[in-house]
Nanobody, 118 residues
Framework: QVQLVESGGGLVQAGGSLTLSCVAS????????MAWYRQAPGKQRELVAT???????NYADSVKGRCTISRDNGKNTVYLQMNSLKAEDTAVYYC????????????WGTGTLVTVSS
């Protein structure tokens, strides 16, 4: 089992910045992809950014140039630095992880709320 705990959400003004953190614990020796997803009110969950253990990253077009995903493999932590925040970035942000030796198994955190006031 893998447990993911997010932190760093909160209320921020439009144009501001916020950094989210997600710490993984449990059976994590084979952590592979770690990612951030978000779900705005009334909308489906969507991908924000992903990062493989080797450092390959992928971003949603809506956040390219404004967000940076990074991870510290030694601390089993993934971060999401968000800049130039917009009202439409308001959502619950979820941490995601999978394991290279357990294909098909997805692990999710409980989410952290980011509210951007305009």
């Amino acid at each position: 089992q893998v447990q993911l705990v997010e932190s760093g959400g909160g209320l921020v003004q439009a144009g501001g910045s916020l950094t989210l953190s997600c710490v993984a614990s449990g059976s994590i020796f084979s952590l592979n992809v770690m990612a951030w997803y978000r779900q705005a009110p009334g909308k489906q969950r969507e991908l924000v950014a992903t990062m493989t253990r080797g450092g390959y990253t992928n971003y949603a077009d809506s956040v390219k140039g404004r967000c940076t995903i990074s991870r510290d493999n030694g601390k089993n932590t993934v971060y999401l630095q968000m800049n130039s925040l917009k009202a439409e970035d308001t959502a619950v942000y979820y941490c995601y992880a999978n394991l290279w030796d357990k294909p098909g198994m997805d692990y999710w955190g409980t989410g952290t709320l980011v509210t951007v006031s305009s």
